[in-house]
């Protein structure tokens, strides 16, 4: 996801705003505490929460223990979503305890898909060298 907040000075600022934080944008509140309470600066504190949690994500997908078996590998069955990079799972222990916050899903038929090409490609390997 595109990052769509810079943290400046002692606010979050919108990165298209030009560099204006909510408190230039709105001049009819004077003080420390012209910003309390005000709903544009609440709503870009959340998405600022959103976009930082977001961060701290690790997004994967599992593609079942029947490829690890059927393979006749030691490769991991969860991947990273978009990358389809493999992902071990002591890196998941290791993000857990960073306390990141990991998701892992079912695959969907694209990427059971590309397991599954996966799975061919090395099962044909291996006949060619037993031959």
Known sequence: MERLTVKRRSCYELIKADGMCCDDI?????????????????GVNKL??????????????????????????AMSSIYVEGTNERYDW????????ER?????RPANAEEMKAAMDKLSSIRARREVEND
């Open 26 to 42: 709105c001049k009819s509140r004077k003080g420390p505490l012209a910003c309390e309470g005000c709903p544009i600066e609440e």
């Open 48 to 73: 600022a929460e959103y976009e930082n949690a977001e961060e701290k994500s690790i997004n994967l997908y599992f593609i079942g223990e029947g490829f690890y078996w059927e393979s006749g590998t």
């Open 90 to 97: 002591g890196f998941v222990q290791v993000a857990l305890a």
């Open 100 to 104: 990141k916050n990991v998701t892992i």
